[in-house]
């Protein structure tokens, strides 16, 4: 469903100064898949996002979304994409939802900018979510809860292939996190529909196939759920509960790892640039230089 190979986006803020938002990021998504993406705040999780929405242009790498090459794809493509192939979920409900419309004529919208006009479609798609009996309701008689599974509802208006949800769950308490989280799930099976959420929230990333962590605009981690992982034979490792998640960290394509800047700090390197590495009994090992020094002196 996606794939995206050495992604860069570099922002011109002025003639003297860029940002690098996206360095060399690798990311690929099978189609029905539900990930995550997490990361720190200035990782690039949002720039991920609207180069994948088609809301901003890659400046170079390679991103296939759905058969479409999206730094090739023209203008009046990119709006067909747009309309067609994505559904989005903003955190902020003023950008998902239009205060003066109901929740049905909200639902409406993007079909009728298609051309379409089909309340009955709108009204199944509120009912999928769980809002069938508030369709006439307008955003201000809806709790935040609500607003977003309407938003949801609307991103499925044009059976868009690909949902993306940008901290979807960021402004509402836990329990209704869980709801909106669950929400999406189902419409992930039932629907087939692939589906990509930012959150800062790692306790929902259990209820994911695949949570990819970015760090400085790259990807550097992958969690991915017991259950989408059994083929690797590690049930006996990890024990008989099937919310366990495995941590892997991304080989990139030139085959180069991250080491998260914690597990440096564990074995004392700070400044340095260098670090040891060596196999012992099937296994590779990172060490400080200097304790390596030590151990070899012995
Ligand atoms: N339009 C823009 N112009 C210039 N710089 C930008 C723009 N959008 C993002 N950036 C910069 O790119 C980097 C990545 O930003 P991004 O918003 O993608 O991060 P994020 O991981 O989504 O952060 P947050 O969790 O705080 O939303 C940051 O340094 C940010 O300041």
Redesign the pocket.
Known sequence: MIDCQNLM?I???DDDNE????QGLDLQVEKGEMMGII????????????MLGGL?RPTAGKLIVDGKDLLRLSDKDLVKYKLETVGFVWQNNARNLIPYLTAVENVELPMLIKGKHKRERAKELLEMVGMGHRINNKLHSLSGGEQQRVAIAISLANNPSLILA??PTGSVDTKTADIILDVLRNLNRELGVTIVI?T?DTQLTRKMDRVVA?RD?KTSSEILRRSAYLDMELEEEQGEDDDTHVELTVLDSARRIQVPEDYLEAIGVKDSNKVRMEIEDGKIIILNPNEAKKKVKV
């Open positions: 986006k922002y011109k803020i940002v690098i938002a996206l990361g720190n705040s200035g990782s690039g999780k949002s720039t991920l996002l609207n901003d940008d901290e930012v800062h970015i605009g």
